[in-house]
Nanobody
Framework: QVQLVESGGGLVQTGGSLRLSCAVS????????MGWYRQAPGKQRELVAT???????NYADSVKGRFTISRDNANNTVYLQMNSLKPEDTAVYYC??????????????????WGQGTQVTVSS
């Protein structure tokens, strides 16, 4: 199966920086899109940034110019560099990845999986 493990969350002051990482493990055949989403208390999960296998990138307007998404295809890892953090960035951040993995009898099967989430708290 496919697992996503996130790391890098924590507590930071306004204006600070954090870098999130998300490693995809399993018998990965290929990964199409990878992305970061966040969910603040009492709010719906929202897109933060996505990056495709062709390095096409999309950002939420609220993070443009402050956050940078990147991926390491050799290690099936996606990163989110977050600078100039604001209290409104406080949320649980989730990574998502979709693609194909080698399942039973090496059959190539599609997946769309989420990580467990990592807390980011920005104090004012």
């Amino acid at each position: 199966q496919v697992q996503l493990v996130e790391s890098g969350g924590g507590l930071v002051q306004t204006g600070g920086s954090l870098r999130l990482s998300c490693a995809v493990s399993g018998s990965i055949f290929s990964i199409n899109s990878m992305g970061w989403y966040r969910q603040a208390p009492g709010k719906q999960r929202e897109l933060v940034a996505t990056i495709t296998s062709g390095s096409s990138i999309n950002y939420a307007d609220s993070v443009k110019g402050r956050f940078t998404i990147s991926r390491d295809n050799a290690n099936n890892t996606v990163y989110l560099q977050m600078n100039s953090l604001k209290p409104e960035d406080t949320a649980v951040y989730y990574c998502d990845a979709n693609g194909y993995y080698r399942g039973g009898k090496l059959a190539v099967t599609g997946f769309d999986s989420w990580g467990q989430g990592t807390q980011v708290t920005v104090s004012s």
